[in-house]
């Protein structure tokens, strides 16, 4: 089971500090998981500037110019943020009993854990 999925709130925790030009400490919304790569792409952070070639669409119009958007980012550079404190934590998993059409089945639950609390 992932520990981050897309539409989780996360925090960046490493990198360059925002008074430095960085995005460390900054907090956004996971809009895309690329698991293969083990990164993340996160609203709002790590924004990179792509020059775009000038041609023409099918009705004549120019396109190209500068885009900027997010670039991914490593996993382990950002951590989920915990729905009560918006501070980073770590993620632990349980297992629940759910019950579907009256089949108990037993399953992995993630869960935000408290900073204080131990494994």
Request: hydrophobic share 30%.
């Amino acid at each position: 089971m992932a520990k981050i999925k897309k539409g989780d709130l996360v925090q960046v925790i490493s990198g360059k500090s925002q008074a430095r030009g960085g995005d460390r400490g900054k907090q956004g919304k996971v809009i895309e998981v690329l698991s293969e790569r083990d990164r993340v792409i996160v609203e709002g952070i790590n924004y990179v500037t792509k020059h775009i070639r000038v041609g023409q669409s099918s009705r004549g119009a120019k396109t190209g110019g500068i885009e900027t958007h997010e670039a991914p980012i490593h996993i382990s550079n950002v951590a989920l943020v915990d729905p009560k404190s918006k501070k980073p934590t770590r993620v632990g998993f349980r297992e629940e009993v759910a019950e579907k059409g009256g089949v108990k089945k037993t399953v992995r639950v993630r869960y935000a854990k408290k900073s204080g609390e131990k494994l």
